[in-house]
């Protein structure tokens, strides 16, 4: 069974320009996950969706960061315009429900804003 | 104060050392908790994960969990140079679905 896909798994960017990190969960899980993981940092959750509703995103900075799953599979995390402090791994991961706690992670994009 | 606390370590430790990792936390809604390895550019995998209080074994690897002292741990017994890299105490709220992740300890297990 694959397991989470994410592309591409390096970016190198200049600030204001836009990024976008594209996600493919586990077949079959309905719950998927986009984290940020700061250097010597755990990951921290951006936005949860439940299919293609988004959940909770009151960590997403709405005002440069925007997330997509149509059709509640594949995902998309686009920033714009990004900056420095953007620089960090991106994350995603998928469970079969909100509920279940196995959520398996993707290998993340590592994003450096220069 | 953060929700998750976790000593970032290094932590170094000969090969075949017993190696107790710790998280502890003030949330009393977290009723999960999971750890889950990370390896040096990799995305985190996860180990184990127990509900509630008690304990859980699989292998080398025992996870503790004390509501009442709100601090969870994960003993690895027999460590080998691969159990190196680091690893990340993660609890989900029973009412939000929400992880929260600790830092992550970093350790390496010396051959």
């Known amino acids: 069974e694959a397991g989470v896909v994410q592309s591409p798994r390096y970016k190198i960017i200049e600030k204001k320009q836009p990024v976008a990190f594209w996600c493919n969960p586990i077949?079959?899980?309905?719950?998927l996950y986009w984290y940020r993981q700061n250097l010597g940092q755990g990951p921290e959750l951006l936005i949860r969706?439940?299919?293609?509703?988004?959940?909770?995103d009151s960590q997403l900075p709405k005002d440069r960061f925007s997330a997509e799953r149509l059709k509640g599979v594949d995902s998309t995390l686009k920033i714009q315009p990004a900056e420095l402090g953007d620089s960090a791994v991106y994350l995603c991961?998928?469970?079969?429900?909100?509920?279940?706690?196995?959520?398996?992670f993707g290998q993340g994009t590592r994003l450096t804003v220069v | 104060q953060k929700e998750v606390e976790q000593d970032p370590g290094p932590l170094s430790v000969p090969e075949g050392a017993i190696v107790s990792l710790n998280c502890t936390y003030s949330?009393?809604?977290?009723?999960?908790f999971m750890w889950y390895r990370q390896y040096s550019r990799k995305g985190p995998e996860l180990l184990m994960y127990?509900?509630?209080?008690g304990n859980k074994e699989d292998g080398r690897f025992t996870a503790q969990v004390d509501k009442s002292s709100k601090y969870i741990s994960l003993f690895i017994r027999d460590s080998q140079p691969s159990d190196s890299a680091t690893y990340l105490c993660?609890?989900?709220?029973?009412?939000?679905?929400?992880?929260?992740f600790g830092t992550g300890t970093r350790l390496k297990v010396l051959a």
């Open positions: 127990t509900y509630s209080s």
């Open positions: 993660a609890m989900q709220n029973s009412g939000t679905y929400k992880y929260i």
């Open positions: 991961a998928s469970s079969q429900g909100q509920s279940n706690t196995e959520a398996f």
């Open positions: 949330n009393s809604a977290f009723q999960y």
């Open positions: 077949s079959g899980h309905n719950t």
């Open positions: 969706y439940e299919n293609e509703e988004a959940v909770d």
